[in-house]
């Protein structure tokens, strides 16, 4: 009985701010202003304002764009990477290692004001491009860190057979061990589209225009354009929109979702 | 990118194979090792290339005294820039907002992340729909949690001060309660992931060994203390580890929410100022610079603390 309580509170604390933004994108008028937590009238007003902007439209399809190129390259790349760390012998194998943790220990904004400066002389600021090159390297680490420990777990008995049975050590990567790595490598490329989608400190940074802004950066600039009169109701709108990916990624896939997130962190 | 996802180093794998030990450079090893820098080259140079020269770069420009619209009036100061900031007042003012958001929310979050993977643990119903609930505020994006609970905040549009009969209360008007908020969201943004890391270390503990507390009269405090603390250890320490170094270089919750204003800017927010905004490159990199070192440092610390943490267990099970 105790823990059942404890399990509702644990839901409650998780979805009520959730629950409030959404609320408040769903009130006009007055209701803005009426400081309770749900509207009196509920109303697609916002909905209709953000959806007819284009700092939001194009916002969005950049978002998107640039989340689903970046987190597709970074999980083929790690993947065969994390194949040659946790699977062949070469030298140089800990210098990998070395450089994806000292990444993400690295500070994003550290990174990102050299590469403003970077990108402003080659000419990558403000492309998507340009965002997606840093989204890359900055998921990469994640991804591989997470296939590898995924890579662990699987019976590479059956790589030796098919070793064993003549294929060369590339056919036995690719008929035998992808297979059994999709499910990780699924895992990954989520987690990985999480941290992309993410990402604001790039994101303002880098761009200057609606040319590459993504939906987090955009947001912060909804109040500074004073395309609405009363921006706070549309932001609210703009930021629901920008939750129900995740949403939606979670209720389909929170199983692999725990299990990428924990798998070799606690083994390790 | 704040969330990102500890996992130990995969220890690279230490099995010979048998053929590998006769020759150092047998045929077949000379074809693995190719295939090895042939599959991780690519990843390799992505994560290289990207971060490798602007963090080069950042030293060498924090080195200058260079404003970008001022390209001509640049000049080779050495470690002025240095000197200049660890002077200032207002470094270590921010240096110790930084530090006060970091102890705060991430003892905060160890003691709250503690009792929710506790529920999780031990929730017969429910688990499914706990799991996918506390994974919303790990996955919603940052600046989203920080607009919802800056309007929540807010004394225009909030219901938070309705809640507690605050009346008109203004959160964002002095610099503790404009910290409090910032430290709320960061809380609730991302105590689940450190919830789950915990549960994972929690599900490692035997049943055997809490059963036998049990069975030897503990109480439900002391088999917590006793028991279920000492066997996490390693999953509360990285788990401690990831969120120290995610929490000291908070930035997109500062930026939405107070805007530095009152007090609560923090290093990060000042290295984008620095650079982006007074567009003062060699100063704003110096910074960023500083941030870095104290990231490493912090890693290193724990690191340590880690290590003789092991070893003393180790020595105290034989």
Known sequence: MFWIVGAILIIAYAIIPVLWIVSLSFKEGDDITNKSFLPTVWSWENYRTVFASDLFTTALRNSIGMSLIATTISVVLATLAAYAISRLNFPGKRLVLGVALAITVFPVIAIATPLFNLWRTIGLYDTWLGLIIPYLSYSLPLSVYVLAAFFREIPWEMEQAAQVDGATAWQAFRRVIVPLAAPGVFTAAILTFFAVWNDFVFGITLTSSEAARPVPAALAFFQGASQFSQPTAPIAAAAVVVTIPVVVLVLLFQRKIVAGLTNGAVKG | ?318
């Open chain 2, 1 to 318: 990118m704040s969330t990102t996802i500890p996992a130990a180093p995969p220890s690279a794998p230490t099995r010979t194979r048998p053929q590998r030990r006769r020759a150092p450079v047998t045929d077949r090893a000379r074809k693995e090792r190719n295939l090895g820098w042939l599959l991780a080259g690519p990843a390799f140079i992505a994560m290289v290339a990207v971060t490798g020269y602007p963090i080069l770069n950042a030293i060498w420009l924090s080195l200058f005294d260079y404003r970008l619209t001022d390209p001509a009036g640049r000049d080779f100061v050495g470690l002025g820039n240095y000197a200049t900031i660890l002077t200032d007042g207002l470094f270590w003012k921010q240096f110790g907002v930084t530090s006060l958001i970091t102890v705060v929310t991430v003892s905060a979050e160890l003691v709250l992340g503690f009792a929710l993977a506790m529920v999780m643990h031990r929730a017969l119903y429910l688990r499914t729909a706990l799991r996918t609930a506390i994974l919303v505020p790990y996955g919603i994006i940052t600046v989203v949690s920080a607009y919802a609970w800056a309007y929540g905040f807010s004394n225009t549009y909030g219901f938070v001060n309705g809640l507690f009969g605050l009346g008109d209360y203004d959160w964002f008007g002095g610099t503790w309660s404009a910290l409090f908020t910032v430290c709320v969201a960061e809380i609730w943004k991302t105590t689940p992931f450190m919830s789950l890391l915990l549960l994972a270390g929690l599900a490692q503990i035997p049943d055997d060994y809490l059963e036998a507390a049990k069975v030897d009269g503990a109480t439900a405090w002391q088999r917590v203390k006793r028991v279920i603390l000492p066997n996490m250890k390693a999953a509360i320490m990285v788990a401690l580890l990831f969120r120290t170094l995610d929490a000291f270089r908070i930035f997109d919750s500062i930026f939405i929410m107070t805007a530095g204003a009152q007090g609560t800017e923090t290093l990060s927010f000042l290295a984008y100022r620095q650079t982006i905004s007074r567009v003062m490159v060699g100063l704003g990199s110096a910074v960023s610079v500083i941030l870095a070192i104290l990231v490493v440092l912090i890693a290193v610390m724990f690191v340590r603390v880690f290590r003789t943490d092991l070893s003393q267990q180790r020595g105290d099970r034989k």
